[in-house]
């Protein structure tokens, strides 16, 4: 049958990413206990499209995805399959996102009680023909803050509110990449307090204190996991966000940083 997909195109314009997106697929996660947690991702694939092609070929990323469908998948799985897309689909560079939510388990400070908290994660590959393979983790930790000018001015307390830091890392060749685990209980070390799906009285009374002798602005936040950050072995590159949602303001408090490490 007539491929029009590879038929030649005239414009000169070559494009830098086209595929698919909104993809949903099972794959399984690694934990850090050894064991490996099912996730329904959410999955972006593209290639770079040389500007004498019309298309690409839409159903060879369904493909080369349906191969790991329901299988462990880390770098290595994800190098492949970017290398397959780079040879299939005649690219020069490609493009694999998998977004995924992950639960990790909590206890409660004081009960005892356990439960699960939901954080939304993202692996990102990319690869480029004759260059080494990237990979970056995205995490999203949400963490209790109070806000220590509320504290200060106020005679019964003071305004907390739930709070956000998405992270993304790099880490250098023959460095292992962070759990997720790990990431997390980073953020909530700097954080005015933890967040826990489950608490009874004792653990509300608990988390409320615990925050309202932490107080931080979001900027302390950011500076403090940034300093976190920075003392990770092997780590090259991350970038941070950290947003307050509120609680007495119509608008979020945000802050921002990215760096490499020598």
Same mark, same amino acid.
């Given at each position: 049958?007539?491929?029009?997909?590879?038929?030649?195109?005239?414009?000169?314009?070559?494009?830098?990413?086209?595929?698919?997106?909104?993809?949903?697929?099972?794959?399984?996660?690694?934990?850090?206990?050894?064991?490996?947690?099912?996730?329904?991702?959410?999955?972006?694939?593209?290639?770079?499209?040389?500007?004498?092609?019309?298309?690409?070929?839409?159903?060879r990323?369904?493909?080369?995805?349906?191969?790991?469908?329901?299988?462990?998948?880390?770098?290595?799985?994800?190098?492949?399959?970017? $290398?397959? @897309?780079?040879?299939?689909? +005649?690219?020069? &560079?490609?493009?694999?996102?998998?977004?995924? !939510?992950?639960?990790?388990? #909590?206890?409660?400070?004081?009960?005892?009680?356990?439960?699960?908290?939901d954080?939304?994660?993202?692996f990102?590959?990319?690869?480029?023909?004759?260059?080494?393979?990237?990979?970056?983790?995205?995490?999203?930790?949400?963490?209790?803050?109070?806000?220590?000018?509320?504290?200060?001015?106020?005679?019964?307390?003071?305004?907390?509110?739930?709070?956000?830091?998405?992270?993304?890392?790099r880490?250098?060749?023959?460095?292992?990449?962070?759990?997720?685990? $790990?990431? @997390?209980?980073?953020?909530? +070390?700097?954080? &005015?307090?933890?967040?826990?799906?489950?608490? !009874?009285?004792?653990?509300? #009374?608990?988390?409320?204190?615990?925050?309202?002798?932490?107080?931080?602005?979001?900027?302390?936040e950011?500076?403090?996991?940034?300093?976190?950050?920075?003392?990770?072995?092997?780590?090259?590159?991350?970038?941070?966000e950290?947003?307050?949602?509120?609680?007495?303001?119509?608008?979020?408090?945000?802050?921002?940083?990215e760096?490499?490490?020598e």
């Amino acid at each position: 049958m007539k491929d029009i997909q590879s038929s030649a195109d005239h414009r000169g314009i070559e494009i830098q990413k086209v595929g698919i997106n909104d993809v949903y697929m099972p794959f399984m996660i690694k934990t850090k206990e050894g064991g490996f947690e099912s996730v329904t991702s959410r999955i972006r694939f593209t290639v770079s499209l040389p500007k004498e092609f019309k298309g690409t070929h839409m159903s060879r990323f369904v493909s080369i995805l349906n191969k790991w469908s329901g299988q462990p998948i880390a770098e290595p799985e994800m190098e492949k399959m970017l $290398d397959e @897309a780079l040879y299939r689909l +005649n690219a020069t &560079s490609a493009e694999l996102a998998i977004g995924f !939510k992950y639960f990790v388990n #909590k206890v409660a400070p004081v009960s005892g009680e356990h439960s699960v908290l939901d954080l939304d994660c993202a692996f990102v590959g990319k690869k480029s023909k004759g260059e080494n393979f990237i990979f970056e983790l995205g995490v999203d930790v949400p963490f209790t803050s109070l806000c220590p000018c509320s504290k200060e001015i106020s005679d019964y307390g003071a305004h907390n509110q739930r709070s956000l830091a998405r992270i993304n890392v790099r880490f250098r060749d023959g460095y292992d990449c962070i759990y997720i685990e $790990d990431l @997390a209980e980073l953020v909530e +070390n700097e954080a &005015s307090c933890p967040i826990f799906p489950l608490l !009874k009285r004792e653990d509300e #009374k608990f988390v409320t204190e615990k925050a309202y002798n932490n107080p931080k602005f979001v900027e302390d936040e950011l500076r403090d996991l940034v300093l976190a950050m920075r003392k990770i072995e092997g780590l090259e590159w991350f970038s941070l966000e950290c947003e307050n949602f509120e609680s007495i303001h119509n608008h979020n408090a945000y802050a921002n940083h990215e760096e490499y490490i020598e």
